[in-house]
């Protein structure tokens, strides 16, 4: 799976069915990252096996170097950034993993579709969709969780 504007590339490792999502995440050297955003109900853990990456975790950014890692809490928000210059290969386990495996397989299928922007960003209209269609996988950070639902679904119809 890959999204060329931002940079990224995935690959699933662990079955479909499995308790955990495993997956290796590959950055360019010039990557866009996500927003700021968490997992309402899973923990995200990254460990660096070639290169690095740095990670918002609540305000503060770190910096992980091959061989290292960090686990990010349910509720917890954050977001990665590659470091430019630098590609990186990141081992990412979502536990539990079904909500976010399905999610990202629909992100990844609108950015082949060249459903994203310059950055590899959704726009607006196919960000709602996406944050309707699965709930429970992640929501935007500084947004009350309960108000987003509503908010998507206003959006996502969009004018008529």
């Given at each position: 799976?890959?999204?060329?504007?931002?940079?990224?590339?995935?690959?699933?490792?662990?079955?479909?069915?499995a308790d955990v999502l495993e997956m290796q995440l590959e950055l360019e050297?010039?990557?866009?990252?996500?927003?700021?955003?968490?997992?309402?109900?899973?923990?995200?853990?990254?460990?660096?096996?070639?290169?690095?990456?740095?990670?918002?975790?609540?305000?503060?950014?770190?910096?992980?170097?091959?061989?290292?890692?960090?686990?990010?809490?349910?509720?917890?928000?954050?977001?990665?950034?590659?470091?430019?210059?630098?590609?990186?290969?990141?081992?990412?386990?979502?536990?539990?993993?079904?909500?976010?495996?399905?999610?990202?397989?629909?992100?990844?299928?609108?950015?082949?579709?060249?459903?994203?922007?310059?950055?590899?960003?959704?726009?607006?209209?196919?960000?709602?969709?996406?944050?309707?269609?699965?709930?429970?996988?992640?929501?935007?950070?500084?947004?009350?969780?309960?108000?987003?639902?509503?908010?998507?679904?206003?959006?996502?119809?969009?004018?008529?």
């Amino acid at each position: 799976m890959t999204n060329i504007a931002a940079g990224e590339r995935a690959r699933f490792v662990s079955d479909p069915g499995a308790d955990v999502l495993e997956m290796q995440l590959e950055l360019e050297p010039v990557h866009h990252g996500p927003p700021a955003h968490v997992h309402p109900g899973a923990v995200e853990s990254f460990e660096v096996t070639s290169g690095a990456l740095e990670l918002l975790v609540g305000r503060q950014w770190r910096r992980l170097e091959a061989g290292e890692q960090l686990a990010v809490s349910a509720g917890l928000r954050h977001t990665y950034r590659g470091i430019v210059g630098r590609s990186s290969r990141t081992t990412v386990r979502i536990t539990p993993g079904a909500p976010m495996r399905a999610f990202l397989t629909d992100l990844y299928g609108l950015a082949e579709q060249g459903r994203v922007d310059a950055e590899g960003s959704l726009r607006v209209r196919e960000a709602a969709r996406l944050f309707r269609a699965h709930p429970m996988a992640m929501a935007v950070a500084g947004v009350p969780h309960w108000l987003q639902q509503p908010l998507w679904r206003v959006i996502a119809r969009g004018p008529s």
